[in-house]
Each structure stands twice: as structure tokens, then as C-alpha cells.
């Protein structure tokens, strides 16, 4: 049986907020962690290497954990406000499959290709800018074109 598209978007947001919350606490864990103090000077070297590891795993655990909340806190906005599931772009209706396999999505599969077509041809200029190749392509359109991505 199909369920409606709204009553889908509403399981999507128990989902995102049951996610959000572990994140959460998760990220409460890390920053105890980073916070933890050390012994300075009376561990050995090996002791400080594992700390300064272990501190570097940490934040870069909480990097990645704070974006993922970051996305999950737009999306339950975006619910919020009613706009969740249309394409930022486009403004069509993101399919319901596209949406619960990666909730967060805020693009259409045909503008996040546009997109992504865009951000490569920008990159590729960016590089042959930078090795100061002569460019076929003026300075405007450039910009122009690192706009749009
Ligand atoms: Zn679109």
C-alpha cells in the first residue's frame, strides 16, 4: 500500500529527529572528551601521543557529527515551514524515494547533476586559472558561471 506523500514526510521527521537527538548526545560526548583534563607533564610521551590523537579523532568526530546536524536542523526547519521535499531550485517535488534515502536533500537528482556538472567545469577553470593558462573564457562568465554553483 502507498502511503500519502504526507503522511511519509511525517515519519521522515521522526526519523530526522530521533537522529538529531543522538547526534546530539553524541556530540555532548565529544566535547566531554575534548574537555577532559590531561595531567600535564607527568604522563609519558606515549601518553601524550594517545591524547593528542584521540583529541584529533574527537573533533574531527564533532566536525562531522555538527554538519550532520546542521543538515538534519535545516531539514526539520524546512518541514516546519512547510517547503520540505520541493527542490530549492526547481521548486518541483522531490520524490518520496529520493527523500528517504537521503533526508536531507534539498535539490532534485536533475539540478543536484546541474549543479554538480557546474561546480566541475568551475573547478577545472579554477585549476587552469591558477596554472595562468591562457583562458578561452572571460572573467565575467566566470563568475557568472561560480555563481550559479
Ligand atoms: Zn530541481
Do not use: H
Not at 504526507?6 to 526519523?15: E, H
Not at 557529527?65 to 520541493?86: K, V
Not at 520524490?95 to 556538472?117: D, E, F, M, N, S
Not at 577553470?125 to 554553483?149: H, P, Y
Request: aromatic share 2%; with cysteine.
Amino acid at each position: 500500500m502507498r502511503i500519502p506523500r504526507a503522511q511519509a514526510i511525517r515519519n521522515l521527521k521522526f526519523t530526522l529527529i530521533r537522529r538529531r537527538d543522538a547526534l546530539r548526545s553524541a556530540l555532548a560526548k565529544d566535547m566531554d572528551l575534548l574537555q577532559e583534563p590531561r595531567n600535564n607533564g607527568v604522563g609519558n610521551v606515549v601518553d601524550i601521543a594517545i591524547d593528542v590523537t584521540q583529541d584529533d579523532i574527537s573533533s574531527q568526530l564533532a566536525e562531522v557529527e555538527s554538519r550532520e546536524l546542521t543538515n538534519i536542523e535545516t531539514a526539520l526547519e524546512r518541514i516546519r515551514d512547510g517547503n520540505y521535499g520541493n527542490c530549492e531550485q526547481c521548486e518541483e517535488a522531490i520524490p518520496l524515494a529520493r527523500l528517504q534515502t537521503l533526508p536531507y536533500v534539498t535539490l532534485c537528482i536533475g539540478c543536484q547533476r546541474r549543479k554538480k556538472r557546474l561546480a566541475t567545469q568551475a573547478s577545472r577553470l579554477e585549476v587552469r586559472w591558477r596554472r595562468g593558462r591562457t583562458l578561452n573564457i572571460s572573467s565575467t562568465s566566470k563568475a557568472r558561471l561560480l555563481q550559479r554553483v
